[in-house]
């Protein structure tokens, strides 16, 4: 069995300065991780993913999670927040055992609000 | 445009009738994946299909529901007698097998039910 947990459900931050979300997961197996980003009234875009090469994944826009097997950690960062930043992020977990079909699953989301 | 295509995008119906949505993955992946999600939350898997085969399916996909991909390439998602419980969007995703692959979703089928 897979889950994700996403510590923060809303996350409030100042244009130009850091981002910081949280992911921790728990999988049966080898995991793929991937963050994805929902604007309103959107579809989800992939942001980046994690599949065993280097624990430092670097995205679009910016962005960049780190994958810490000793902490079951995949944390989204940006060092500056810009106002199209403003959406709704998703941790997911993909359990890559041959049974599992690759399926996703999602954590419950964090907000990302962006002031001026 | 080589995205998944799904329709409609936004669908309102009365409490007890029938809507269906079809989804139209990238070409060549023959891995198709439903999910729902509903307002506030991450979206949910309901079921999957390799190629033609329906291989898994959520109990949250009651007897109401009815997935099918016919010919290995669209799909459509059927609910009967719809609830207002039903209100979600409904998102279809597509890949290509192997460990890793990204899934690439479309843009949601929104319901209402009234």
Redesign the interface.
């Known amino acids: 069995a897979q889950s994700v947990t996403q510590l923060d459900s809303h996350v409030s931050v100042s244009e130009g300065t850091p981002v910081l979300l949280r992911c921790n997961y728990s999988s049966s197996y080898s995991p793929?991780l991937?963050w994805?980003v929902q604007h309103p009234n959107?579809?989800?875009?992939?942001l980046l993913?994690y599949?065993?090469a280097a624990t430092l994944v670097k995205g679009i826009n910016g962005f960049e999670a780190e994958f810490k097997k000793s902490e079951t950690s995949f944390h989204l960062t940006k060092p500056s927040a810009h106002m199209s930043d403003a959406a709704e992020y998703?941790c997911v977990v993909?359990d890559?055992g041959k049974a599992a079909?690759?399926?996703?699953?999602?954590?419950?989301?964090t907000r990302v609000l962006v002031k001026p | 445009d080589t995205g998944v295509s799904q329709n409609p995008r936004h669908k309102i119906t009365k409490r007890g009738q029938n809507v269906t949505f079809r989804c139209d993955p990238i070409s060549e992946h023959n891995?198709l994946?439903w999910?729902r999600q509903t307002l506030?939350?991450?979206?949910?898997?309901l079921t999957?299909f390799?190629n033609e085969a329906q291989?898994?399916k959520s109990r949250l996909l009651s007897d109401r529901f009815s997935a099918e991909r016919p010919k290995g390439s669209f799909s459509t998602l059927e609910i009967q007698r719809t609830e207002q419980g039903d209100s979600a969007m409904y998102?279809c995703?597509s890949?290509r097998?192997?460990?890793?692959?990204?899934?690439?979703?479309?843009?949601?089928s929104w319901l209402t039910v009234v």
């Open positions: 793929s991937f994805y959107k579809g989800l875009q992939l993913k599949t065993s998703f993909s890559d079909g690759n399926k996703l699953t999602f954590g419950g989301g | 891995r994946y999910y506030g939350q991450g979206p949910e898997f999957y390799q291989l898994e998102l995703a890949r097998p192997g460990a890793g692959n990204t899934i690439y979703f479309g843009e949601g």
